[in-house]
């Protein structure tokens, strides 16, 4: 395909303003010393034939479209109203770049501006940013907020934490000397009556993550208070669906809430691109990472938008900057917003009673399958782990041959859970599909 | 500050909005449409039996009240968004010459492709023989990124350039210390990237910042002084920040290499060098793309992007995971080596992003590539010829896919900056350089035009800043109150940051 407009009457005329003679010349500013490429690279393609072999590697992947999904464990199918993806769509949006220029980029200020406003009413928090990468990163960069802000060099981290959240939160922290302590857990939450002897007066911040990695709901109520009586931050990780249920972290106490936004109106994608979310407190305002939209007036007294507190930020403090972060989710977090408009406050709760009701559902239906056992006793929301009579990926294999896209082997994030399998359950399930699915599992495990 | 009453301080001559009849010049806030009982959205009625919640969550953690979420109609909520699309200028609607950006087309098939269902609706944590497909493709990416860098290995998953820059520092960290002499310094350019300091000082190194020559290169003597045995890796940007190629950048890779360093490559600028030359044989071990810029995805408003990076062979063991692996005809993600850095995020990467680079490389193909990078170059210098005697260029060389000029002599004599020509250009329907950067030229326009304009659209543009040249002499005031023509005017950003108001509070 070419996407180049220069004709070659176009290309002579410019060389000739240039004032050299072709093309050759002008690429002598490449010094000699420098050696020419040859790419060893096939020539390229037609559209038709791009749209052929895209076509044909998609055909390959089993979908949510091919297959009935329960997987979860971090990345959900919702229903998505096609508002969204018009909105997503729009050039005006997807085209912009990071707004600069606030006066010829109010629409993409004004719609971040209200991102954060809609992620604060979510978490009872008081400030946002308008993102960061995804759920991982996120929490990394809330830890190093609270190890700076408390000038402490130690992290509690919840087990219930997103494995993979975790191991980002060790990549980013372990090589500059932070000391990350696992909190213990006990029937899939935290075990609170532990965690007294493990958070202690060094501990930057209590990391604990609602409802985690195994679906639990958290004692979120008890790790605070811990966290707090011995002046470390409490960091809560959500899933924003869950919020449309259960209450906001700013009601029991949270300092910053950080998580993986995905769930809020963006697609699959095999794991990226997604929505790392991040709010706190008002005292912290000034120590976020990222870009901020702030509300402000131009000449006339006008209501207009703007990035603030831009003194924080990489391209003026350089290596004082409060993080690196440059590009951010932006596309997603408007999805986001659009996503929460489009659900409105009924709607909203809608989606997370119809979770929280269709994984109890699941739940009633799969723990009645002799050899199922639920491995957990404490509560859920939309995603409860088992234990299988059956190695969890032979199963899979199974059932995805009866057409459904199986739960997660919880072996893939801890050996010592074999036969450990974690079932989500979204809105996007319907009563039927629940029950052709116990009885396929049940099969499964024959 | 509430929004009523910047509303009531609107000069009278405007006309007064109410949330239903807006002025032409501002939307609503979105909590200020709808009202209780509209719905855009309505879900399928619920089909499984309606325990009660107090029988499936804990009764101290049941929310009482319903978030406070906006209710409007779903023409309300098109209505909101094309509006809040309007006072927009984008790259599809806009010449966006914004300098180290590489604001370039977006072309519309990518979008189609990484729409199909068989990229969009897979989950991360499909088996892999359920992800055949999109395994195939992210093995062959990175193979063409290889290809194309000059690397022997790469990894796809930071989410963007500085993402990767951290990357690829941590690799450098865990190189060193893997050889027992662990290093402590980074040393940047003073022309670099915010990023570039800002991400090794989250990896704990400590950043020196050298002098660039006269002719805005890296200066060999400087870094012979600066460079030591304690210095991790030298972050160079190649083209330069001033759009400048970097002469002795393979005497400059001997002499870190000499002492043992690591040379790093910020490919924000790769758009000058596909086909041309490569990184790898330039001397660096280690570089970044920017997909959203070099490869054609779009910016987003902000993001996602993608900042895949591409190592030599020593320090492949370093390099993040999961890891594709090709065995026989299949590909599997597995876990890294022992000497790995570890994740750097959750799942494989940004994946919908990746896939359009993808789809980009194979449209363009070998000839189509290069011709990307001498479009580029060739429309750079097009551009800084038409403009020059008009701006100053401080270092006026042949430049590769941007230059530098300068408002310095524009504020001397009339009291007009980089950023009141910005701002006046928006006026003319063109959207801005990055001005004030790279730091060591006074009063910045940094121009980069991309290869995908059209020699006309620069010929515009050109016209326009000599118009803006000419009305800074004679219509200062002019220039100075822009922009006239935006749905705002210069905004106050030292209001906005001494008051912040950064989200709207429900009630109020």
């Known amino acids: ?446 | 500050m509430s929004d009523t009453s910047i509303v009531r301080e609107r000069p009278e001559t405007s006309p007064q909005p109410t949330p239903h009849s807006p002025g032409r010049l501002l939307e609503p806030l979105l909590n200020q449409l709808g009202k209780p009982g509209r719905r855009a959205f309505v879900l399928p009625k619920l089909d499984v039996p309606a325990a009660p919640l107090e029988k499936l969550l804990p009764a101290d953690l049941i929310r009482r009240e319903p978030v406070p979420l906006p209710e409007v109609s779903e023409r309300d909520l098109v209505k909101h968004y094309m509006r809040l699309a309007h006072l927009n200028f984008s790259g599809e609607t806009n010449f966006y010459p914004l300098g180290s950006c590489t604001m370039k087309y977006n072309p519309k098939v990518n979008e189609e492709i990484a729409g199909l269902a068989g990229f969009a609706k897979v989950h991360p944590y499909t088996p892999d023989e359920g992800a055949q497909g999109i395994l195939k493709l992210l093995f062959e990416l990175e193979e063409q990124f290889k290809e194309i860098l000059g690397m022997d290995a790469v990894t796809l998953q930071p989410a963007a350039g500085a993402h990767g820059e951290l990357t690829a520092l941590l690799m450098a960290k865990a190189y060193h210390a893997a050889q027992h002499k662990p290093r402590h310094k980074v040393v940047v350019p003073d022309s670099a990237h915010g990023t570039n300091p800002a991400s090794a000082a989250l990896c704990g190194f400590d950043v020196v910042e050298v002098k660039s020559t006269t002719r805005g290169r890296a200066s060999v003597q400087e870094l012979k002084a600066a460079i030591s045995e304690d210095v991790a890796v030298f972050m160079m940007t190649n083209p330069n920040t001033l759009g400048l190629f970097e002469e002795d950048v393979v005497e400059i890779a001997k002499l870190v290499h000499q002492k043992g360093g690591l040379m790093y490559l910020d490919g924000a600028n790769m758009n000058a060098l596909l086909g041309i030359c490569r990184a790898g044989d330039m001397g660096f071990d280690m570089v970044h793309v920017n997909i959203h810029k070099t490869f054609s995805i779009p910016h987003g408003s902000g993001g996602p992007g993608g900042g895949p990076v591409g190592v030599k062979s020593h320090l492949k063991p370093f390099l993040p995971g999961p890891i594709i692996v090709q065995e026989k005809s299949a590909y599997r993600l597995v876990s890294p080596g022992p000497s790995s850095i570890g994740r750097v995020r959750s799942f494989f990467g940004n994946t919908g992003a990746l896939v359009r680079a993808y789809a980009y490389i194979k449209a363009l193909g070998k000839e189509g590539l290069r011709r990307v990078s001498e479009g580029a170059i060739l429309n750079a210098n097009y551009l800084k010829a038409l403009l020059k005697g008009v701006y100053p260029i401080p270092v006026d060389e042949t430049c590769m896919h941007e230059f530098v000029a300068s408002a310095a002599q524009t504020k001397s004599a009339y009291g007009i900056k980089a950023m009141d020509i910005a701002k006046r250009l928006l006026d003319y329907g063109f959207y801005a350089p990055t001005i004030c950067f790279p730091l060591i030229v006074e009063e910045a326009l940094m121009i980069e035009p991309s290869e995908t304009e059209s020699k006309e659209v620069l010929e515009s543009f050109a016209a326009a800043l000599i118009a803006i040249a000419e009305e800074a002499k004679n219509f200062p005031q002019k220039v100075k109150g822009a922009p006239h023509r935006m749905p705002v005017t210069r905004l106050d950003e030292v209001l906005a940051a001494r008051e912040p108001n950064v989200r709207w509070r429900t009630g109020a």
């Open chain 1, 1 to 446: 395909m070419e996407f180049v407009p220069i004709t070659t009457e176009d290309k002579q005329a410019m060389l000739r303003k240039i004032g050299v003679g072709s093309m050759e010349k002008l690429l002598e500013c490449v010094p000699k010393s420098v050696p020419r490429a040859d790419l060893k690279m096939p020539a390229g393609l037609s559209e038709p034939e791009l749209i052929r072999l895209a076509e044909e590697l998609a055909a390959r992947n089993v979908t949510t479209k091919s297959h009935v999904s329960f997987l979860g464990a971090g990345s959900y199918e919702h229903f998505i109203s096609s508002v969204v993806r018009y909105i997503f769509s729009r050039g005006e949006f997807l085209t912009a770049y990071t707004p600069y220029q606030p006066e010829a980029s109010q629409g993409t200020l004004q719609a971040m501006y209200e991102f954060q406003s809609l992620l604060c009413d979510l978490t009872g928090m008081d400030a946002a940013n308008a993102s960061l990468y995804e759920g991982g990163s996120a929490l990394a960069e809330a830890c190093i907020l609270a190890l700076r802000e408390t000038e402490r060099t130690k992290l509690v981290v919840a087990r219930g934490v997103h494995p993979e959240h975790r191991q980002t939160l060790k990549t980013y922290l372990q090589q500059i000397g932070t000391e990350i302590v696992e909190l213990e857990a006990r029937d899939g939450v935290s075990d609170s009556k532990k965690a007294a002897a493990q958070i202690d007066s060094k501990t930057a911040a209590v990391v604990v993550q609602i409802p985690n990695a195994f679906g639990c709901i958290e004692p979120v109520r008890e790790l605070e208070k811990l966290a707090h009586q011995n002046g470390a931050l409490f960091i809560v990780a959500v899933n924003p669906i869950s919020l449309g249920v259960l209450q906001s972290p700013g009601s029991y106490g949270a300092d910053i809430v950080v998580g993986e936004g995905q769930s809020l109106g963006t697609d699959l994608l095999y794991g990226g691109p997604y929505l790392g979310l991040f709010a706190c407190r008002e005292k912290f305002i000034r120590k976020i990472p990222g870009r901020i939209v702030g509300m402000t007036r131009d000449a006339h007294g006008r209501r207009g938008f703007v990035l603030t507190l831009q003194t924080r930020e990489q391209h003026i403090r350089r290596a004082k900057a409060t993080s690196n972060i440059c590009t951010n989710e932006a596309m997603m977090a408007l999805a986001a917003a659009v996503y929460l408009g489009s659900l409105g406050k009924e709607g909203f709760r809608d989606v997370a009673v119809q979770n929280l009701r269709k994984a109890h559902h699941c739940f009633d239906r799969v723990t009645k399958i002799p050899g199922i056992r639920p491995l957990f006793q404490a509560p859920f929301f939309n995603e409860f782990a088992v234990s299988l009579p059956v190695d969890p990926e032979e199963v899979n294999r199974r059932l995805m041959k009866a057409g459904f896209l199986g739960g997660f082997p919880l072996k893939r994030w801890d050996p010592q859970l074999a036969d450990g399998y974690l079932i989500a359950v979204t809105e996007a399930r319907s009563k039927e599909q629940i029950d052709r699915f116990a009885a396929a599992l049940q099969e499964a495990i024959k």
